[in-house]
């Protein structure tokens, strides 16, 4: 009976060895993928140390240069990138509750886009808009992809992410592809056009003049809702003001569903 509990106990031994052996491969080959995708983001054809000046803010609403001047860009490098890192929880459905992750997201003024790289043990998620296409995918420990989505729908709704996260990389405001019109005296509406396709948002301003909120249209599925973006309070970060979370909501017909609830915890600009 001996013999048989220790080598019962042995096998379990190396079976739990086997599990996690290849679940750190997995984990470190999802890894290597995504820094492969965050290469392609961050490169760029040309060599560019200009400045940012108020000269740059000079054709936006009155609103839209006077928060950027205040979120302190001015000086900042024009074509840069940026990483961070996040802490947070998500729900896809009420009925299954929160789930909490850390994230890493890296964003780009000189290939505008964005990756954004998400642990939810035991899920893997990397959500990406690149090279004017959105993709979402969600990963068992990186051994065997659960979810895969891609096709116009989700490059829509990746482009509407990446425009109302530029409050996390204001630079990013500059892209001479975003046309800006006046709506009244607290809210901007911005159009964006990558790839023939354009998205319009709308950005609403507090009474300190810093944006609050974001709104646009994005596909749910197939489906094309209202979303709505809301930030907390603004703080400096790598020099600077930027807004310390950010919820995102569905504005169903019939609820107003909050997914997703992230804080900065580290920011850099490269």
Not at 2 to 20: D, E, F, P, Q, S
Not at 21 to 34: C, H, N, P, Y
Not at 106 to 130: C, E, Q, T, V
Request: overall charge positive; glycine content about 6%; proline content about 3%.
């Amino acid at each position: 009976m001996k013999k048989i509990a220790k080598m019962t106990l042995t096998i379990v031994g190396i079976l739990v060895l086997l599990i996690i052996i290849i679940s750190l491969i997995g984990i470190s080959s999802f890894d290597k993928k995504v820094k492969k995708e965050k290469t392609i983001l961050f490169t760029s054809n040309a060599i560019l140390k200009e400045k940012i000046s108020e000269n740059d803010l000079k054709e936006l609403p009155e609103l839209m240069k006077n928060y950027l001047i205040k979120t302190k860009i001015i000086g900042k490098p024009k074509y840069c990138h940026v990483t961070f890192r996040q802490k947070g929880k998500i729900q896809t459905d009420p009925k299954k509750g929160w789930i909490s992750f850390s994230a890493i997201q890296h964003m780009s003024s000189n290939n505008p886009g964005f990756i954004w790289k998400a642990k939810a043990l035991p899920m893997l998620i990397r959500d990406k808009y690149l090279n004017q296409k959105g993709e979402v995918l969600v990963s068992l420990l990186g051994i065997k992809n659960v979810e895969q989505h891609t096709g116009a729908e989700v490059d829509q709704s990746s482009l509407g992410r990446y425009f109302g996260e530029l409050i996390w990389f204001p630079i990013g405001f500059l892209d001479p592809d975003i046309t800006w019109e006046n709506v009244d005296h607290k809210t901007v509406k911005g159009t964006i056009t990558k790839d023939n396709q354009s998205l319009i948002g709308y950005f609403y301003f507090d009474e300190n003049g810093m944006i609050e909120s974001y709104r646009t249209k994005r596909y749910r599925g197939t489906t094309l809702e209202d979303f709505i973006g809301e930030v907390g309070e603004y703080k400096l970060y790598n020099q600077m003001l930027l807004p310390n979370k950010m919820i995102a909501i569905w504005d169903l017909e019939d609820r107003r569903l909050v997914y997703f609830n992230a804080s900065i915890i580290d920011y850099k600009i490269e």
